[in-house]
Nanobody, 115 residues
Framework: QILLVESGGGLVQPGGSLRLSCVVS????????IGWFRQAPGKEREGISC????????NYADSVKDRFTISRDNAKNTVYLQMNSLPPEDAAVFYC????????WGQGTQVTVSS
């Protein structure tokens, strides 16, 4: 069974930081790229970052570039998203996603940015 389980969300003040984790089970993540998406209330799900199988290459949406950092630990089958300088508009449910052949989503973790 393929499972992607996110954690690390929560309430943070504007300007604060959070580190999200996504633990993958059911296959060896080391051979695949993986990404993070987010969905704010009333908005479409948005791709924000992805990382290559080795971690040697990563991409970011313009909205999060220079504030978010994606990383991975293949020994732990885990991908991370370090989020810094969070404004209220970053509040959303964050999902990790893996493409074919597995094509699976996690259940999401809620990030709330508020004072």
């Amino acid at each position: 069974q393929i499972l992607l389980v996110e954690s690390g969300g929560g309430l943070v003040q504007p300007g604060g930081s959070l580190r999200l984790s996504c633990v993958v089970s059911g296959f060896n993540l080391r051979y695949y790229s993986i990404g993070w998406f987010r969905q704010a209330p009333g908005k479409e799900r948005e791709g924000i970052s992805c990382i290559s199988d080795t971690g040697g290459s990563s991409n970011y949406a313009d909205s999060v570039k220079d504030r978010f950092t994606i990383s991975r630990d293949n020994a732990k089958n885990t991908v991370y998203l370090q989020m810094n300088s969070l404004p209220p508009e970053d509040a959303a449910v964050f999902y990790c996603w893996i493409g074919p052949p597995w094509t699976s989503w996690g259940q999401g973790t809620q990030v709330t940015v508020s004072s």
